[in-house]
Nanobody, 123 residues
Framework: QLQASGGGLVQAGGSLTLSCAAS????????MGWFRQAPGKEREFVAV????????YYADSVKGRFTISRDNAKNTVYLQINSLKPEDTAVYYC??????????????????WGQGTLVTVSS
């Protein structure tokens, strides 16, 4: 129901835009988040946007470089990634949950997950 795309191999300092398209149901009333998981590491919160796109929240490690947005008419959420660093290399997952704020950084509070898209940043 959530399909992430847009990953790829990028040089450090470059940019990417990840997309997460929803199908099968409307996610316009859900908060949408992005997580990432690097090899050998736990899944890490990246960003979340409220169902009404006015509110967003970021992990400190990506603040200022990543921008989350959504287009409810297209049932799609985006993650614009700028100034990529090798440590951003990971599989990026989109996820959806009902509530925006409470425990928003915890993966197990999200109800729906996409399959992930791989971002590799070369130095």
């Amino acid at each position: 129901q959530l399909q992430a795309s847009g990953g790829g191999l990028v040089q450090a300092g470059g940019s990417l835009t990840l997309s997460c398209a929803a199908s099968g149901r409307t996610f316009s009333s859900y908060a949408m988040g992005w997580f990432r998981q690097a090899p050998g590491k736990e899944r890490e919160f990246v960003a979340v946007v409220s169902w009404s796109p006015g509110s967003s929240y970021y992990a400190d490690s990506v603040k200022g470089r990543f921008t989350i947005s959504r287009d409810n008419a297209k049932n799609t959420v985006y993650l614009q990634i700028n100034s990529l660093k090798p440590e951003d290399t990971a599989v990026y997952y989109c996820a959806a949950r009902v509530h925006y704020a409470l425990d928003r950084t915890k993966p197990d509070t999200y109800d729906y997950w996409g399959q992930g898209t791989l971002v590799t940043v070369s130095s």
